[in-house]
């Protein structure tokens, strides 16, 4: 950590946007699953929630869901001004009307956040997962898959813009590091989460712009 001569160096500022390239579709079969890549996939990113799933009809190859977010909100000042919650899956943010307008509306912010679900390709990983906190910044790499088990069909997001239910990036991860744990911040902005009321919001139909929709 280190403090520059004007005060605190946020370090939190993640200012790279994830990394997307098309693959050759291929396979991988997986603990029984069926997955198929479609891209390759490198993301930094700031963490705002983390959850393990060990109860659900997924929790035997999606381990782990993390709420992610970079650019100008992974900024601490910015950053702080929210409240995060996963349920069900789904990450649920709220933040004050001026500070949305501040950081260009709604379209910036769900360009800029994620929940994305992990597929880790062995237990080194899994295990590594299981030590994320929120705060911490992360590295994840791998491939965005669909994910086939059944009659069903888990389709991952492939860009940022989408919204609601099948916006979630599916990534098959290969590679992971914990950049910088908010363990080892004396500074880290330790604030209580609201509770948020999600018992009105629907989740059953496809989001906005998402795969899931166009293919349903």
């Known amino acids: 950590m280190s403090l520059n001569l004007f005060g605190f160096n946020d370090f939190y500022y993640i200012q790279e946007e994830p990394q997307q390239k098309k693959v050759k579709s291929k396979?991988?079969?997986f603990k029984g699953f069926k997955l198929t890549a479609?891209?390759?996939?490198?993301?930094?990113?700031?963490?705002?929630?983390?959850?393990?799933?060990?109860?659900?009809?997924?929790?035997?190859?999606?381990?782990?869901?993390?709420?992610?977010?970079?650019?100008?909100?992974s900024k601490t000042n910015i950053f702080n001004q929210f409240s995060w919650n996963q349920k069900d899956r789904f990450?649920?943010?709220?933040?004050?009307?001026?500070?949305?307008?501040?950081?260009?509306?709604?379209?910036?912010?769900?360009?800029?956040?994620?929940?994305?679900?992990?597929?880790?390709?062995?237990?080194?990983?899994?295990?590594?997962?299981?030590?994320?906190?929120?705060?911490?910044?992360?590295?994840?790499?791998?491939?965005?898959?669909?994910?086939?088990?059944?009659?069903r069909i888990i389709y991952t997001s492939i860009k940022r813009d989408d919204k609601g239910p099948g916006a979630c990036e599916v990534i098959f991860v290969k590679k992971f590091k914990i950049i910088n744990s908010r363990s080892k911040n004396l500074f880290y902005y330790n604030k209580k989460e609201r509770k948020i009321n999600t018992d009105s919001m629907d989740f059953k139909n496809a989001g906005e712009g998402t795969r899931a929709k166009k293919y349903r």
């Open 27 to 29: 396979t991988i079969k």
């Open 91 to 151: 990450l649920i943010y709220s933040i004050r009307e001026d500070y949305l307008k501040k950081l260009g509306g709604e379209e910036y912010v769900s360009e800029h956040i994620a929940n994305i679900h992990l597929i880790p390709k062995d237990w080194i990983i899994e295990a590594a997962l299981n030590k994320v906190k929120a705060y911490d910044i992360v590295e994840i790499e791998g491939y965005l898959v669909d994910l086939r088990y059944s009659n």
């Open 38 to 73: 479609l891209y390759s996939y490198k993301i930094k990113a700031r963490i705002v929630h983390a959850k393990r799933y060990s109860w659900d009809n997924l929790s035997s190859i999606i381990t782990h869901d993390f709420g992610v977010t970079w650019g100008n909100i």
